[in-house]
Structures are given as structure tokens and as C-alpha cells.
């Protein structure tokens, strides 16, 4: 089953004390507009990409939250945003990984040429 996106934004909006009115300042959008996602679930990247920013949460981590497995404790917020914090140090982590392969590609490439 897939989590409602938009209440969780609402959930990490209100922890991080912005009202919707702020929200859609800081997102350049209306205020219906956050409302219509939080009731919704419904959001573009685009839009998605500036709220996540806002809450200082990584994009990618609420692209893939409907699709996130939680335990009992799913409902707790302050666990939920212990999960959110343990993948997006897993997401940096991962783009570590990448930008030393990109080196090592990059120096394999040169001492081709």
C-alpha cells in the first residue's frame, strides 16, 4: 500500500513550524496549491524539488516515501524523520561512491590516451 505523500509533507511542514501560507511563499506557488497537495498527495517534481528544499529534506527521499515500508512506529514522527535522515546520509554516501568512480574513470581514460 502507498503512503500519502502530502500528508507527510504536512507532517514535516508543521514540525518545522511553516505554515501553508510561508510554504507557498518559499516555494513561489499559492496557498491552495500546498493545500490541494497535502490533501492531495498529488505534486510535479519541480514543485516537489522546492519543498523538499524548504524542509531541508533530500528530493529523492520524498519521491520514494509512498513507497517506503514502515514498522509500528510508522506513524511516530520523530520516527519518520529518523528514517528520512538515516537515507539521505545513505544517499550521500552513495554519490561518494559514484564521484570516486568517476575518478578513477576519468584517470583509466586519460592513461589511454
Given at each position: ?22 510554504m507557498a511563499l518559499r516555494i513561489n506557488k499559492s ?83
Open positions: 500500500m502507498h503512503k500519502h505523500i502530502g500528508k507527510y509533507i504536512q507532517k514535516l511542514r508543521m514540525g518545522a513550524g511553516i505554515s501553508q501560507e510561508e496557498k491552495s496549491l500546498v493545500s490541494y497537495i497535502e490533501s492531495k498527495g498529488k505534486v510535479n517534481d519541480e514543485t516537489l524539488k522546492r519543498i523538499a528544499k524548504v524542509l531541508n529534506v533530500a528530493f529523492e527521499t520524498l519521491k520514494v516515501y509512498p513507497y517506503m515500508e514502515f514498522d509500528s512506529q510508522g506513524s511516530d514522527v520523530d520516527a519518520l524523520r529518523k528514517r528520512v535522515m538515516d537515507q539521505e546520509r545513505e544517499i550521500e554516501l552513495f554519490k561518494k561512491v559514484i564521484e570516486g568512480y568517476e575518478k578513477v574513470i576519468k584517470l583509466l581514460e586519460s592513461q589511454v590516451k
